[in-house]
């Protein structure tokens, strides 16, 4: 297995995402300290965002990538991708971008490049974090920052309120950060082998009328019981006028982000997994 020295570590891809932002700006210096054999830079990715204390200014940052190609002279995260792009490019490395979910998605990591070093790496986050699970969510058009390595992937800690640090989800995601730098240090030592992973298959959308208006929520039965296997009939959601709604899975399937608040936009209520082994 090839070595990799350089690490980018970024927080703030979303600006009202405190977790990540506070681990870079906090705890940069110590972990450089800690590890001094890497190259380690700690970014805030989307300062402005930041600043308003909001998740994007002109658009998603963290979707923004996809369309470098394009000239959008009036968006700030435009300017901000292609800064990052040519930062990323200038040579092999690994990027670990930091962010947080108000779902109950307890210490999750997201692959989206089937590299043999990044199923090494998380396999050796299970191994020392065992409450850690691992999602693998293929990015061909290369929309997520990420994936602008094709060593590296994103980190998700929740349930955490946006603008809101919180102590278990700032831990969760220092201890995440220390055990990927660790890997990295001994990747020519990291052997192959069988990764539990979860394989996104479907998105699930609320309930809406014509108008595009949510006509039910999701039911207290469901909420939060993200990685929680589902098979036959569920009620995800409930109606204003206070009747279940019910689905049904074929096989067991595992519910992630549900109830997601920067989902809402898109009305976007959760996803749908699989869960299964990976022999890498």
């Known amino acids: ?83 990052l792009k040519e930062f990323i490019d200038q040579g092999p490395c690994f990027v670990l971008d930091l962010h947080s979910t108000t779902s109950h998605m307890g210490n999750t990591v997201i692959i989206s490049h089937n590299q043999p070093l990044n199923f090494q790496i998380a396999s050796q986050l299970l191994q020392h974090l065992s409450d850690t699970r691992i999602i693998v969510s293929p990015d061909p058009n290369k929309k997520y920052l990420a994936s602008q390595s ?5 980190i998700e800690v929740g349930p955490v309120p946006n603008g809101v640090l919180d102590a278990v989800a700032l831990e969760g995601t220092l201890k995440l950060i ?40 999701i039911d207290s039965s469901f909420n939060g019981k993200d990685f929680i296997g589902i098979e036959g009939e569920y009620r995800p959601f409930k109606s204003f006028s206070g009747e279940y709604q019910w689905r049904r899975t074929e096989e067991m399937l595992y519910p992630i982000f549900i109830n997601e608040a920067a989902y809402y936009p898109t009305k976007l209520a959760f996803t749908l997994c699989r869960k299964r082994i990976l022999n890498f």
């Open 178 to 217: 220390k055990e990927v730098l660790r890997a990295v240090t001994t990747l020519t030592n990291l052997t192959s082998g069988p990764l539990e992973i979860y394989e996104e298959i479907e998105d699930v959308y609320y309930p809406q009328d014509d108008n595009g208006e949510l006509t039910a929520y």
């Open 150 to 154: 094709e060593f590296g992937m994103m």
């Open 1 to 83: 297995m090839k070595s990799i020295k350089k690490v980018i570590v970024l927080g703030g891809t979303h600006g009202n995402e405190w977790t990540g932002i506070f681990a870079i700006k906090k705890y940069a210096e110590l972990l450089k300290q800690e590890f001094p054999e890497l190259d380690l830079h700690f970014i805030l990715a989307n300062p402005e965002a930041y600043r308003i204390n909001k998740r994007f200014k002109d658009e998603d940052l963290n979707r923004a990538f996809q369309f470098l190609h394009e000239d959008r002279p009036d968006s700030y995260e435009h300017k901000r991708a292609k800064e």
